[in-house]
Nanobody, 122 residues
Framework: QVQLVESGGGLVQAGGSLRLSCAASGSIFSNNVMGWFRQAPGKEREFVAVITWSVGDTYHADSVKGRFTISRDNAKRTVYLQMNSLKPEDTAVYYC???????????????WGQGTQVTVSS
């Protein structure tokens, strides 16, 4: 089981930037996939980006492509989400998650962090 702790959320003006971090502990396997998801009030949790732990292959949702970048530092056991050109519609609680094997569906991920709030003001 992987334990995840997110940090880096906050309040930012539209057009600004934030970097989220997700520190992982416990058992991380070579076929682990780490993902970022978000959930806005009254909405379902949605996929943002994923990265493979071993090779670093990435995939981003269309809504964030070109603005957000997922990355990882294996030595620090940390996954990052660099968020640029933030928009008010990016406001949500952002969650880090992990699973073994590729997926972008929130229901497929079994390990979740507690979430970090990101608020973008207009």
């Amino acid at each position: 089981q992987v334990q995840l702790v997110e940090s880096g959320g906050g309040l930012v003006q539209a057009g600004g930037s934030l970097r989220l971090s997700c520190a992982a502990s416990g058992s991380i396997f070579s076929n682990n996939v780490m993902g970022w998801f978000r959930q806005a009030p009254g909405k379902e949790r949605e996929f943002v980006a994923v990265i493979t732990w071993s090779v670093g292959d990435t995939y981003h949702a269309d809504s964030v492509k070109g603005r957000f970048t997922i990355s990882r530092d294996n030595a620090k056991r940390t996954v990052y989400l660099q968020m640029n050109s933030l928009k008010p519609e990016d406001t949500a609680v952002y969650y880090c998650a992990a699973r073994r094997g590729w997926s972008t569906a929130p229901a497929d991920f079994g390990s979740w962090g507690q979430g970090t709030q990101v608020t973008v003001s207009s």
